[in-house]
């Protein structure tokens, strides 16, 4: 079972009219389907502080890690994880169908490989991401919490790139809004 922490961005790229509380409410209700299959165990939220999210955790029934900055964030919400493998989702995104199953296959052949990584792009947005697929932004991240916690500090794309997943999901995320 993987650790789960939905990692609110500083500057996230929101949509008109669609606030922080409500692109994390939809993130969360995404990943329902993937705990009630056994994927996903405890669930955190790590995000700025100050934007009244703790009620969302609450009702969520997570917990809330929250920094004056991303890498502060970030660095606490794994630090607070639980298990030893962590699954790390950009708010604002919903895995496709698929991954639940890609997800269990990938963690299931790979259990003795500390180094093992694994990512979850977004759904190409624009021509040259639908040329070249691979070049379409990381939106998660399963990987050890060993190997998370041993990246410098920074936010989510210095983690991806320090990680370097050599497993990029075929199930894609897409954006919510």
Same mark, same amino acid.
């Given at each position: ?12 790229? @929101? ?6 509380? %409500? ?7 995404s ?17 700025? !502080? ?18 004056e ?6 660095g ?11 699954f790390?989702? @950009?708010?604002?995104?919903?895995? %496709? !169908?698929?991954?639940? %199953? ?26 040259? %991401? ?14 050890? @919490? ?23 999901? @075929? ?7």
């Amino acid at each position: 079972m993987l650790s789960t922490i939905v990692f609110c961005e500083d500057r996230p790229a @929101r949509p008109p009219g669609r606030d922080l509380a %409500e692109l994390l409410a939809r993130t969360l209700a995404s990943l329902v389907t993937a705990t009630v299959e056994g994927l996903l165990c405890d669930v955190r939220i790590a995000g700025p !502080a100050g934007q009244d999210l703790n009620i969302l955790a609450n009702h969520a029934g997570c917990a809330l890690i929250e920094a004056e900055n991303e890498a502060a964030w970030l660095g606490l919400a794994l630090q607070a994880a639980r298990g030893p493998d962590v699954f790390l989702l @950009r708010c604002g995104r919903t895995p %496709e !169908a698929g991954f639940i %199953e890609e997800a269990s296959d990938f963690l299931a052949i790979n259990t003795k490989d500390p180094a093992r990584a694994a990512c979850l792009r977004t759904l190409p947005e624009n021509f040259i %991401e639908r040329m070249f697929p691979s070049l379409a932004p990381v939106t998660g991240l399963i990987a050890s @919490r060993d190997l998370m916690l041993g990246a410098p500090p920074g936010g989510f794309a210095k983690l991806a790139g320090f990680i370097a997943p050599a497993t990029s999901f @075929r199930a894609r995320a897409r954006r919510i809004g």
